[in-house]
């Protein structure tokens, strides 16, 4: 009875069979992205100072110095604390106190290194590397970054970031730029 | 995911065909108002047929809505004066990035699909017995269902799917003509006018998909063979009684491609496909057609990763032809990737 069914819906479905046969006989060549893989070519700085689109996230306020125009922040997801310059837009940089929960818009930028066991040939001691590159797509220019623990983001950057050199593997250093926009959460 | 997509159609199928073949062969036995067992049955066929291309023509996201032109006579001398509208918003779309499938080399990542559409259309019938009558027919459907896609390459990758689609169809006739005015209860009792009838149908297909990358440029190749069956579950008349089996398939060759210049913070993108659209089984007999090509272009803007979820955001345009049948539409481009 099964073997009549399938005779039954072989003859009336034949393309079935002549495009799922190549198909699955090229399979097993997909591999998953890893970031931790040592990127081909020689180790250099692939580009320095990679705009990124701003992106809007929360963080918490960790110290604010007026008279530099500067507010260091933790943002969510991440230990690390960074200090940006604040744009001549914010405002109520005074009414901020360490503590505080905010709604920021940041500007960062990501410095690119294909290193050699964590290191630039002529650089002295180790680069600190933010995060690894996982995933890239040229066309519309996303750069999906992976952390040491293991969370990843995706990252739009600007027309122009040289990312045909880049690949999974390379190294990323991510530098605070500016806020653009700041609100206190309550 | 790509929605919404609107168009109108046109192209009168059998519709009027059938109804003009059925009176026809009513005309000769007037005096009895009697039909052959045989007729009834070419007329149940036709009339399943007709409607269960309708319901997919209407509910399915696959087949594509437009503004047609027939340039060819139908089947039982009709000629063509009739639209329909065919209004839709839907489409389908990979979840996530692809996961590694167990321990073998294989990805995949889950897959939706949905639509809803509506079918309205009219037709003044030209022929002896009924000239003047117009026929006209709602359609409406709704269809969900997924699956997966499994990439066996970084490039290729298929994706087998199961939908349902619930579709609802009415027809209403009105007789202007003498013959049409002394037959209208009979036709009627046949269930050739004035129906109603609830349908579901299974839909099946594999998605198979090949992407190349040329400097930013990706172009796509798919293929995708579709099964419809067909049944109804409440009629107003029992001679309205579908239970067909139908095929699609359809291979397209898609290119986008990035332009390097931003609008307000966004990439401005231009591309566009070419589509071949074969018919089978009661589809095609429903459509009179065998095949469709449609060859659609489209400018876009850029928003992925800067909207939520949102691919791009722009205008396309088709035009469409097969075998006596030329046709276009028009309308908002929005791809969604989640």
């Not at chain 2, 499994?150 to 994706?159: E, G, N």
């Not at chain 2, 930013?216 to 067909?244: A, C, D, K, M």
């Not at chain 2, 401005?268 to 659609?296: A, T």
């Not at chain 2, 979820?309 to 049948?325: R, T």
Request: glycine share 10%.
């Amino acid at each position: 009875m099964i073997v009549a069914a399938r005779a039954r819906v072989c003859s009336r479905c034949p393309l079935f069979v002549w495009v799922l046969t190549p198909v699955l006989m090229l399979a097993g060549c997909w591999t998953a992205p890893v970031a931790t893989v040592q990127p081909q070519g020689e180790p250099r700085l692939i580009q320095g100072a990679v705009a990124l689109e701003p992106v809007k996230t929360l963080a918490v306020v960790s110290a604010v110095d007026v008279s530099s125009g500067t507010i260091a922040l933790r943002t969510e997801g991440s230990a690390d604390i960074a200090t940006y310059k604040v744009g001549p837009e914010v405002s109520g940089l005074n009414d901020l106190k360490p503590g505080d929960v905010v709604q920021a818009t940041l500007v960062q930028a990501l410095d690119v290194y294909l290193l050699r066991d964590g290191q630039l040939p002529g650089a002295v001691g180790a680069l600190a590397v933010d995060a690894r590159v996982l995933r890239v797509d040229p066309s519309y220019r996303l750069l999906k970054l992976q952390y040491p623990d293991g969370r990843t983001d995706t990252f739009k950057v600007a027309l122009g970031t040289r990312l045909e050199q880049m690949a999974p593997g390379d190294s990323v250093v991510i530098r605070p730029v500016a806020v653009l926009a700041m609100r206190r959460k309550s | 995911m790509r929605a919404p997509r609107e168009g109108t159609l046109s192209f009168c199928p059998r519709a009027a065909a059938v109804i003009a073949a059925a009176l026809a062969a009513l005309a000769p036995l007037c005096a009895e108002c009697q039909i052959t067992p045989e007729q009834a049955s070419q007329l149940r066929d036709a009339t399943g047929d007709r409607v269960e291309a309708l319901t997919i023509l209407g509910g399915d996201y696959g087949i594509a809505g437009a503004s047609f032109r027939s340039t060819g006579k139908f089947s039982f001398g009709e000629s063509a004066d009739a639209s329909i509208a065919v209004t839709k918003l839907g489409g389908s779309g990979d979840i996530g990035d692809p996961q590694p499938l167990g321990s073998l080399a294989v990805g995949w990542q889950p897959r939706v699909q949905g639509n809803m559409g509506a079918l309205d259309g009219t037709q003044t019938l030209h022929s002896s017995l009924v000239e003047g009558d117009v026929t006209e027919i709602r359609t409406y459907g709704i269809e969900f269902g997924g699956g997966a896609r499994f990439w066996v390459t970084d490039r290729l990758s298929f994706a087998p799917t199961v939908m349902g689609l619930y579709g609802r169809s009415s027809e209403s006739y009105t007789a202007n003509s003498a013959f049409m005015r002394a037959n209208l209860d009979k036709a009627r009792e046949l269930g050739l006018v004035d129906w109603e009838a609830d349908t579901w149908t299974v839909i099946t297909g594999v998605d198979i998909e090949y992407v190349m990358r040329w400097d930013r440029t990706i172009v796509s190749l798919s293929s995708l063979p579709v099964y419809y069956r067909t049944e109804t579950f409440q009629s107003s008349n029992t001679h309205v009684n579908i239970r067909g089996d139908s095929g699609s398939w359809s291979n397209t060759i898609d290119v986008d491609i990035p332009l390097g210049m931003q609008f307000y913070g966004h990439e401005l993108r231009s591309g566009g496909y070419y589509r071949w659209i074969g018919f089978y089984g009661d589809l095609k007999d429903g459509f009179q057609r065998s095949n469709l090509n449609e060859i659609h272009g489209r400018v876009a803007l850029d928003f992925l990763n800067q909207l939520w979820k949102v691919q791009w955001i722009g205008i396309g345009a088709s035009y469409l032809w097969g075998p006596n049948i030329t046709g276009w539409s028009a309308g908002l481009d929005v791809v969604f990737r989640f």
